[in-house]
């Protein structure tokens, strides 16, 4: 309620009290998207214990800082990045409900089967997804009174470089499987929805980028497995005896 009628109180702070205002929102606002988006997938983040949830903080921080480094205007920075977080949930609640997964990071490769498919299911909405959309509505309505803004130019690129270089360097190391295991986080390709229940949605997401790539063998040859092909296509055709076929279709939003 108070949100709400935030945008009808226009009161002029003193240029410190902005100044400290906005920091709390740039602290205060990526714990409260977390908090938001985990709701939205019913998943409760209290039964982290607190190295699993200064990893998932970690990548919401770095969504806030992104914007914050992208524009100059604070309030601009912090709506914006609550707003995108929010409909990331609820694109990994709706693929949820479709095909009973959440979000992976191939699913990228299937988007545009995924946005054919998209038209012909219904959202089926229940409280935590309404009470997740309620808490990112009252932060958004909350940063738009952060106005602060640094106008020293010097400053500002100083400020934007030091946190691009903190965030870099930290997610070199956060992403990475090895380090991730050592936290005890690691994925379950059988069951991706209990793995990103136990680890985080986002933190699983970014863990499952490491399958994006397929390692070649090294003593791979594309000569020997063409002539290992055409070895097996000419000794099927001089088979008469009927086979079956076993389709996999990699379409996983068909």
Request: some cysteine.
């Amino acid at each position: 309620i108070i949100s709400s009628l935030t945008p009808t109180i226009n009161v002029n702070f003193p240029q410190k009290i902005e100044r400290i205002f906005t920091v709390i929102l740039l602290i205060a606002m990526p714990i409260i998207s977390f908090f938001s988006f985990e709701l939205m997938n019913e998943i409760n983040i209290f039964k982290y214990n607190n190295s699993l949830i200064m990893l998932n903080l970690f990548f919401f921080y770095s969504i806030y800082v992104m914007f914050f480094v992208l524009f100059k205007k604070s309030s601009l920075a912090l709506g914006l990045s609550a707003f995108i977080i929010e409909i990331a949930a609820i694109i990994n609640q709706a693929v949820i409900q479709f095909k009973g997964l959440p979000v992976l990071p191939w699913d990228i490769l299937s988007i545009e089967t995924a946005l054919s498919v998209s038209l012909n299911y219904r959202l089926h909405w229940n409280t935590s997804m309404i009470n997740s959309i309620l808490i990112t509505f009252c932060i958004i309505i909350l940063a738009s009174k952060a106005s602060y803004i640094i106008n020293d130019f010097k400053l500002r690129i100083i400020t934007k470089l030091a946190l691009i270089s903190i965030v870099s360097f930290l997610a070199f190391h956060v992403s990475d499987a090895a380090f991730l295991e050592k936290q005890g986080v690691t994925v379950d390709l059988w069951n991706q929805r209990e793995g990103y229940s136990n680890n985080g949605t986002l933190l699983s997401f970014v863990n499952n980028l490491n399958f994006m790539k397929v390692e070649k063998p090294s003593n791979y040859k594309r000569a020997t497995a063409e002539e290992m092909v055409s070895a097996k296509v000419l000794a099927s055709s001089t088979d008469s005896m009927a086979k079956n076929i076993i389709v996999i279709m990699n379409e996983s939003f068909a």
